[in-house]
């Protein structure tokens, strides 16, 4: 279920809550995703976001009218390069003018029932329409760009997932050089990330890496998701085994080149984004025209590995498998 509490979006599955808030200045900041908790107004939200009074140590100021706000400490929906942020980006646009800064600011917010396909890349469904869908719309006022963030919630499974769309809605063309499907932002640095890699006959071997500073990526550059490396990845606690703990999967509805990065910042905040591997890529934009990112799975499990297992098993059953094969 997705509820509008004025300036925070709560997002319901059957035992998760994803939630974030529009701040003053005009970003989506990252509020909680994790076991189901109740936020029935806004004020209740309030508890999960950061305080912010000043200016932390070097990082850059995002305006003027907004001095005590950096983007490189707020743990963000989206991100893009040029107003402080210096962590891995969500978005990265060449204008026709040679910048490479891009300003997206909340717009406008819709909720409707049901999943509308993707107009150029395949997706999940639900057949009996137990989904809900919220689209974010964020605009560049100094370009004229607007992005699409969409979040589509499954109300009979603990999955949440995200895709964007950049719309050029300016007058000059534009190169997209980088869209994500999704980021997600923790607010500590203790995570142990688990990819999958192998070669031909032998793929899907698990690693596991501890993610105390720096970046991490998984990541496939031959023209296909590949044996090579696997586009799905988990993100979990130290103490986390098969039946307990703490788990998150991120998974991409993708066949071709794609990208997985885990950043933390030098304020200890992990950043994961997933998406079209950004490496060789540019996609140029006319005017009217517009580019779809894929879309990309979220599930959030308490109860170790095996729960995560679960949750995304059956999605694939459900909500992924089609036709004939399916009960198969």
Partial sequence: MIRRLGNVFVLDTP???YAFQVIPSGQLEHL??????????????????????????????????????????IRLEMSAGGKGDIREPFIEVTHADGS??????????KITQGKQPFDTLPGSYEENNQVEELTITMVD????????????????????????????????PVV???????????????WTLSTFHGAWAREMKKYQVPVNAGKVV???????????????????????????????????????NHYEAVEVSAFGKTRVVTGI??????????????FEAPEAVMSYSKKGFNGLSQNMHTFVRECIVRGEWKKK
Avoid: W
């Fill in 32 to 73: 909680y995703y994790g076991e189901r908790i109740s936020i029935d107004i806004e004020e209740e939200a309030a508890v999960l976001a950061e305080k912010r009074m000043s200016l932390p140590g070097n990082t850059v100021s995002y305006s003027p009218e907004y001095a005590h706000v950096s983007l490189e400490v």
């Fill in 100 to 109: 490479y800064t891009s300003d997206f600011v909340f717009s406008d917010a």
């Fill in 141 to 172: 006022r100094s370009y004229d760009l607007t992005v699409e963030l969409h979040y589509y919630v499954f109300l009979n499974h603990d999955v949440i997932s995200r895709s964007a769309k950049l719309i050029n809605t300016s007058e000059n």
């Fill in 277 to 290: 591997n950004p490496r060789s890529f540019q996609f140029h934009i006319a005017p009217g025209e517009a």
């Fill in 176 to 190: 997209l050089d980088r869209l994500m499907s999704t980021q997600l932002d923790f607010a500590s640095s203790d």
């Fill in 15 to 17: 035992n998760t809550t």
């Fill in 218 to 256: 998984n990541e496939s550059y031959c023209g296909c998701c590949s044996n090579r490396a696997n586009p799905f990845i988990m993100l979990s606690k130290a103490d986390t085994g098969e039946d307990h703990g703490v788990c998150y999967g991120l998974n991409l509805i993708y066949s071709g």
